[in-house]
């Protein structure tokens, strides 16, 4: 409840690190855009500024500091990308361990 609200607010900005793989490379472009914030339509409201880290062509490590809904997925179709994999790897102090794989 009260906990898991405080760790997910958009207001409250703590620090959301994911391990992200897409479709298609991740140009310096993307970087641009990304530290510039994303428009969402639908919301009508400019994303924080996000940090952007190239690991590979087409992964990377992206620090947000909101918590909107598939914010991550919404921000890489908004600069005409997909999102392939997904892993949250720290929230605040937190680590999240990798999720085991299925059968």
């Given amino acids: 409840g009260h906990w898991s609200r405080k760790l997910t607010e958009p207001a409250v900005k703590i620090p959301k690190v994911y391990r992200v793989t897409t479709a298609y490379p991740i140009g310096p472009d993307t970087e641009e855009q990304f530290v510039r914030g994303i428009w969402f339509e639908f919301e009508g409201l400019t994303t ?3 940090q952007i880290e190239r690991l590979g062509e087409r992964e990377a490590r992206v620090t947000i500091y909101e918590g909107r809904y598939h914010q991550i997925k919404r921000m890489f179709h908004a ?3 997909r999102v ?3 892993h949250r ?5 937190i680590t999240c361990p ?3 794989t299925g059968p």
Avoid at 89 to 93: D, T
């Fill in 48 to 50: 924080s500024p996000a």
């Fill in 79 to 81: 600069v005409g990308n």
């Fill in 84 to 86: 392939t994999a997904l």
């Fill in 89 to 93: 790897e720290r929230m605040g102090g």
């Fill in 98 to 100: 990798p999720a085991p």
